[in-house]
T-cell receptor, first 117, second 111 residues
Framework: EAGVAQSPRYKIIEKRQSVAFWCNPISGHATLYWYQQILGQGPKLLIQFQNNGVVDDSQLPKDRFSAERLKGVDSTLKIQPAKLEDSAVYLC???????????????FGPGTRLTVL | GNSVTQMEGPVTLSEEAFLTINCTYTATGYPSLFWYVQYPGEGLQLLLKATKADDKGSNKGFEATYRKETTSFHLEKGSVQVSDSAVYFCALSIRGFKTIFGAGTRLFVKA
């Protein structure tokens, strides 16, 4: 079974530029998550999709971050414009069910390391 | 609110030593508890989980018991190996709410 795919693996941009990350979840997984992991901290949920719909985006800085999940499969996370504090690893994860069960296992991709100069 | 607190690292051990990484939680409701591990250069992966009080999760020689009375889910391994060097994350999930991760504990195992 193929895992969660993410690209690119690394990205360096200057502040005020825009950037986009792509994620392909495990086939058949209903739920897709985007996390931000700042160095030395645990992952923080940015947005969660259940199929096509958004379940939770309460911690997404909506003035600069946007995300979409087309046809309930792939997803793109965009930052525009980027700030220095956006430097982090952006993790995509998927799970078969979702937080509706409370015990669903999440499967993570390798992440995209973003550096904003 | 819901939160997870785990011991700060790094933790440095010699091969075959006993490992304990402490994790305590605060939750409104009845959470499921998880340990995820992140090996160098890789994404997080589930190590073990427990879904109700007194359950013990186990995998690859690691164990953790869900203790409701002490709100804890400490990770233990009797004899660590160099290949166990990684960052370990404790997490909780409550039905209908997002998963909360701890800050992570880095483990170094010396040969």
């Amino acid at each position: 079974e193929a895992g969660v795919a993410q690209s690119p693996r690394y990205k360096i941009i200057e502040k005020r530029q825009s950037v986009a990350f792509w994620c392909n979840p495990i086939s058949g997984h209903a739920t897709l998550y985007w996390y931000q992991q700042i160095l030395g901290q645990g992952p923080k949920l940015l947005i969660q999709f259940q199929n096509n719909g958004v379940v939770d985006d309460s911690q997404l800085p909506k003035d600069r971050f946007s995300a979409e999940r087309l046809k309930g499969v792939d997803s793109t996370l965009k930052i525009q414009p980027a700030k220095l504090e956006d430097s982090a690893v952006y993790l995509c994860a998927s799970s078969p069910l979702g937080t509706g069960t409370g015990w669903d296992t999440q499967y993570f991709g390798p992440g995209t390391r973003l550096t904003v100069l | 609110g819901n939160s997870v607190t785990q011991m700060e690292g790094p933790v440095t051990l010699s091969e075959e030593a006993f490992l304990t990484i402490n994790c305590t939680y605060t939750a409104t409701g009845y959470p499921s508890l998880f340990w995820y591990v992140q090996y160098p250069g890789e994404g997080l992966q589930l190590l073990l989980k427990a879904t109700k009080a007194d359950d013990k999760g186990s995998n690859k020689g690691f164990e953790a018991t869900y203790r409701k009375e002490t709100t804890s889910f400490h990770l233990e391994k009797g004899s660590v190996q160099v290949s166990d060097s990684a960052v370990y994350f404790c997490a909780l999930s409550i039905r209908g709410f997002k998963t909360i991760f701890g800050a992570g504990t880095r483990l170094f195992v010396k040969a």
